[in-house]
């Protein structure tokens, strides 16, 4: 199957801006979706398609893509933002439906 | 609003069948596809497989050979059955509604369950 890598941790101040990168073959032909994961909780979709935030995400979240590459950022990041993150998209390479990333872990400083 | 709830026994003997079900409520599991993904402690998220309301079926490759979903619409309820398993099986399994079809580029997981541990020690 396809991969999708991810750094494994970056750290931000507290109103900063932070950029999560995703990597992958697959990326070239399907978008990324993001999902953020705090500590005991399930994982919950941030962003979709192109750009597009469920209901109830706050819109300092943002996605956008270039390539093999996905990138999920977060505008003023708050407290409550920190948490790992997960890429996830359709794998092109036909053998597996589904592919995800190896997770960054997000520290708000 | 639509919630999931993953239920079944949290510890399952090496070798045997792990077996769990995702209950959806607040809305009708019609017309959707619904994904297992799991996760062991302190490492990242797996995708387990897929099943569509009529019963069509997709599953990771890699545990094709021990994977069974089966969906009962009168209940709002699919399930999950892992056969064999062994340690390496334990994780936190999550039910998911499946964002994914064919034509689409934006493949994705808009609604999760809250999760369940699922340990396999004798």
């Known amino acids: 199957s396809s991969e999708l890598t991810q750094d494994p941790a970056v750290s931000v101040a507290l109103g900063q801006t932070v950029r999560i990168t995703c990597q992958g073959d697959?990326?070239?032909?399907?978008?990324a979706s993001w999902y953020q994961q705090k500590p005991g909780q399930a994982p919950v979709l941030v962003i979709y398609g192109k750009n597009n935030r469920p209901s109830g995400i706050p819109d300092r979240f943002s996605g956008s893509s270039s390539g093999n590459t996905a990138s999920l950022t977060i505008t003023g990041a708050q407290a409550e933002d920190e948490a790992d993150y997960y890429c996830?998209?359709?794998?092109?390479?036909?053998?597996?439906?589904?592919?995800f990333g190896t997770g960054t872990k997000v520290t708000v400083l | 609003q639509v919630q999931l709830q993953e239920s079944g026994p949290g510890l399952v003997k090496p070798s045997e069948t792990l077996s769990l079900t995702c209950t959806v409520s607040?809305?009708?599991?019609?017309?959707?596809?619904w994904s297992w993904i799991r996760q062991p402690a302190g490492k990242g998220l797996e995708w387990i497989g897929r099943?569509?309301?009529?019963?069509?079926?997709n599953y990771n490759p890699s545990l094709k050979s021990r994977v069974t979903m089966s969906v009962d619409t009168s209940k709002n309820q699919f399930s999950l059955k892992l056969s064999s398993v062994t340690a390496a099986d334990t994780a936190v399994y999550y039910c998911?509604?499946?964002?994914?079809?064919?034509?689409?580029?934006?493949?994705?997981?808009?609604?999760w369950g809250r999760g369940t541990l699922v340990t396999v020690s004798s």
């Open positions: 697959s990326l070239r032909s399907y978008y």
């Open positions: 996830n998209s359709r794998d092109s390479s036909g053998n597996h439906l589904y592919v």
């Open positions: 607040g809305g009708s599991i019609s017309s959707y596809y």
């Open positions: 998911a509604r499946d964002r994914g079809i064919a034509a689409a580029v934006d493949w994705y997981f808009d609604l």
């Open positions: 099943i569509y309301t009529s019963g069509s079926t």
